[in-house]
């Protein structure tokens, strides 16, 4: 018989977690290939800039590059994560609306709205995109768990927020954050 265990925050603080939000929200960009300004967006997406010359060179691919529909909407994705870590949340999910009205199934898209709205303290509905994303498929399923972590957190759910930042650092064992993350739990045996 397993024995049932009971998971602690030990110094989760309002506060501290809007830290980790702001600060760690992980985001997940779309891979574009081929040659172009749309390469270029993506790569700067992948790389974690947020400049606005990377944001630039996004809008101008959109406005000028001759894309197909995946691409073209992994370009919004991209731009919209840019955006993310710039902290303009209704711009970026601006841009992921317009990537799903291109390709309504692109996980990544729901995956960094959700992002965009726990940044916010929207956990519910962060949580809910989220898991929308999950369900169609990712390219970095790790953040996603991650971000997942952050939401049940913000819900105050330690349990499920444990176990969520224990899936993110097996899926990604060479990602330090969630193992960081996983040094503030306490976990007990009763």
């Known amino acids: 018989m397993a024995i049932p265990r009971r998971i602690v925050v030990a110094t989760a603080t309002l506060a501290s977690l809007a830290l980790v939000v702001t600060a ?3 985001s997940a960009a779309a891979l574009v290939l081929g040659a172009g300004l749309a390469t270029v967006c993506s ?8 400049d606005p010359k990377s944001i630039e060179t996004c809008t101008i691919a959109l406005e000028t590059q001759a894309m197909g529909p995946r691409d073209r909407a992994g370009t919004f994705v991209n731009r919209g994560v840019l955006k993310l870590r710039r902290r303009s949340y209704d711009e970026s999910r601006s841009d992921f609306a317009a990537a799903l009205r291109l390709k309504p199934d ?13 940044a916010q303290a929207r956990y519910g509905e962060g949580l809910s995109e989220i898991d929308r994303g999950l369900a169609l498929g990712v390219d970095e399923p790790a953040k996603a768990w991650f971000n997942r972590a952050i939401a049940l957190e913000g819900l105050d759910d330690p349990k499920a ?4 930042y224990q899936k993110a650092a097996e899926l ?10 996983l040094t503030r739990f306490t976990v007990s045996r009763r």
Do not use: M
């Open 24 to 26: 760690q929200t992980a």
């Open 161 to 164: 927020a444990y176990l969520a």
């Open 43 to 50: 790569k700067a997406a992948i790389a974690g800039r947020s």
């Open 106 to 118: 692109l996980g990544e898209a729901y995956v960094n709205w959700g992002a965009s709205l726990i």
């Open 172 to 181: 990604a064992p060479d990602w330090k954050e969630p193992q960081v993350q």
